[in-house]
């Protein structure tokens, strides 16, 4: 019988880590996926330590056109398939469209919309043999407009209804698939986009180590949506009721307040 693995991208830092050491303490052999290959070896070294399978270090920059290449690549060598995809990477930038670097812009579209995409469908064959699933790290940004970081969110409103509505195909399949929507979480995150975490982060953030627990519950529990932290769970709803155009202003002037 083929070995399964749950592939998980970003898994250097943040996120991407605690959910590595959530999935590797519930008994799933890992894949990490990320650019800095010494922090994914001594996580590896760490899972492995703690008494779990050896994980499959991928050292991979998704930014690149190939990078889903690379990845299948590696995964064929090792003899595996794919029974989870959890598409944790990406990253944004905190500034006005017109006045940041294009070609960084464009790599946020590559990280967070380009290769989710792809990782998502690339191993749909094995998440429907294996009745696995998919877990997509959005943010409470995809349920926003975005001004200063108009690109960072508008990926994440791909991430919400690409996951969405990929669930709703996959269901019939016997694969599930949840979108993990968390708020201000205390990482590298802040650091990559260029911003300093305020106020609003110590009121709404909640710890990665939490946030990727409950990520994980949900994707096990076969959720829809998963948004860690009371504070974030009313945001959907509190948009229901406020006009857009009040939502887009009031983003605008948070985001200058940076």
Do not use: W
């Amino acid at each position: 019988m083929t070995e399964r693995v749950t592939l998980i991208t970003g898994a250097s830092a943040g996120i991407g880590t605690e959910l590595a050491r959530v999935f590797a303490s519930n008994g799933h052999r890992l894949a990490l996926v990320a650019r800095r290959a010494d922090r994914l070896t001594t996580l590896a070294g760490e899972i492995a330590s703690a008494g779990g399978t050896a994980p499959i270090v991928i050292p991979c920059d998704l930014e690149q056109p190939d990078a889903g290449d690379k990845i299948a690549a590696a995964l064929a060598a090792a003899g595996v398939e794919v029974e989870y995809v959890v598409n944790n990477a990406g990253f944004g930038l905190f500034g006005n469209a017109i006045e940041l670097d294009r070609t960084q812009q464009l790599g946020i579209i590559a990280v967070n919309i380009r290769a989710m995409t792809d990782l998502s469908l690339r191993f749909s064959e094995h998440l429907i043999r294996h009745r696995g699933g998919i877990l997509n790290v959005g943010s409470v940004a995809g349920f926003l407009p975005g001004p200063g970081m108009a690109v960072y969110y508008a990926s994440k409103a791909y991430v919400l209804s690409f996951t969405e509505a990929l669930r709703q195909e996959l269901a019939p399949r016997g694969v599930r698939v949840t979108v993990l929507c968390p708020g201000p979480v205390p990482s590298e995150f802040q650091e990559r986009a260029g911003f300093e975490p305020g106020y609003d982060s110590s009121v709404l953030d909640v710890a990665a180590a939490d946030v990727a627990r409950e990520g994980y519950r949900g994707l096990m529990a076969d959720k829809r949506a998963v948004l860690p932290g009371l504070g974030i769970k009313i945001v959907p709803l509190a948009l229901r009721l406020v006009p857009r155009g009040f939502v887009l202003a009031a983003v605008g002037r948070f985001q200058r307040k940076r």
